[in-house]
């Protein structure tokens, strides 16, 4: 059997475009004791598969040069010599970007029964988890308090600032554009927006949080990051979930000016990776489901067809051109791999 994917070849400098890979046709090799084949469905697209393929030491070493991109993804097993899992078994995990892979059998874990690869992206799986620990652990939100979240139309931002409004927070959005400010403001319940393409944030932030902020959940850095350390709270806390203006940086960014307001406000400024909370997923799982089944959640999907264009898919992100969760479908006919 054939397999077609995309083959790290070098480490991006700027951007990790098409110009870092190679689309290579592979064999399958017959499944060994303990492995599974896995058809690849649904491949989640995020910002740290830009820190995956750079030279730089991370939370996970770097994504080998010369082997398939890393990327999680749902799939469903073809085949399996691990007694765990059976063909038609929906699945996820490490599959990366290509369209069949060959792994051990306990590198995968099931979805929830009821939970579509569409759902398990965008509400639960890495996004859902990231969004719930960091505000409620590192963010430590309380009723009352006031939220201030940047990138808060994406796949995480989202999430969190609903999150924030189930437990009684004043809600501030921070996001590039009109139409995806009125759906914070809309849909998701969010108590303001501020536009950064067409706003003075720091002011805006100076309008909206006049107590200042209680909690940033921080998901972009630079300049707006430093907008919202001047209106940090005493003792407010900064949940550091990502800093995507800075990872195409060919040289090193400009530190921010206003860390004295936090030394002033005694705040607190605290980076999380979600691998940290995996022991309690389910904690998560079961919140989540029930804030979805009860219409408390709302989520967008932002889906692009075909694994052939997964490199410019990526930099979606980048451009802040995604609502809500960015996804490639990779197989397109669900029903003939025995899925509904």
Not at 70 to 89: K, M, T, Y
Not at 133 to 159: C, I, M, N, P, Y
Request: proline letters at 6%; one cysteine or more.
């Amino acid at each position: 059997m054939t397999n077609r994917g995309w083959i790290l070849e070098r480490r991006p400098v700027e951007k990790l475009d098409a110009s870092c890979f190679a689309w290579r046709e592979m064999a399958l090799a017959p499944l060994t004791p303990g492995q599974v084949r896995v058809r690849t469905l649904l491949l989640s697209l995020d910002p740290t598969n830009r820190i995956w393929a750079s030279a730089a030491e991370s939370y996970l070493p770097p994504a080998p040069l010369g082997e398939v991109m890393r990327g999680i993804a749902v799939g469903v097993v073809e085949e399996s010599a691990d007694p765990r899992w059976q063909p038609g078994s929906l699945v996820q995990g490490m599959l990366g970007w290509q369209e069949r892979a060959v792994l051990a059998g306990a590198a995968l874990t099931p979805l929830p029964p009821g939970v579509t690869p569409e759902q398990w992206f965008a509400v639960f799986g890495h996004i859902g988890m990231t969004a719930y620990f960091g505000l409620l652990d590192v963010g430590q939100a309380k009723a009352g308090e006031t939220l201030v979240v940047s990138a808060a139309a994406g796949a995480v931002g989202s999430l969190a600032g609903q999150i924030g409004k189930i437990l009684g927070m004043r809600v501030v959005g921070i996001a590039g554009g009109a139409d995806k400010c009125a759906w914070l403001t809309g849909t998701l319940g969010f108590d303001a927006a501020i536009d950064y393409k067409s706003e003075n944030v720091a002011q805006r932030l100076r309008e909206l949080c006049p107590s200042g902020i209680d909690v940033v959940f921080e998901n972009v850095g630079g300049e707006i990051m430093d907008a919202c350390l001047g209106r940090l709270a005493l003792r407010g806390r900064v949940a550091l979930c990502g800093l995507i203006s800075q990872y195409n940086a060919t040289t090193p960014p400009a530190g921010p000016r206003n860390l004295g307001n936090v030394l002033m406000q005694r705040g607190r400024i605290e980076g999380f990776i979600v691998l940290d909370y995996l022991a309690r997923a389910g904690e998560a799982f079961a919140r989540l489901g029930e804030w979805l089944a009860a219409g408390r959640l709302h989520y967008a999907t932002d889906v692009v067809h075909g694994l052939e264009n997964a490199p410019a898919a990526l930099d979606r992100l980048f451009a802040g051109a995604n609502r809500g969760k960015l996804m490639l479908q990779v197989a397109e006919n669900r029903e003939s791999i025995g899925l509904p």
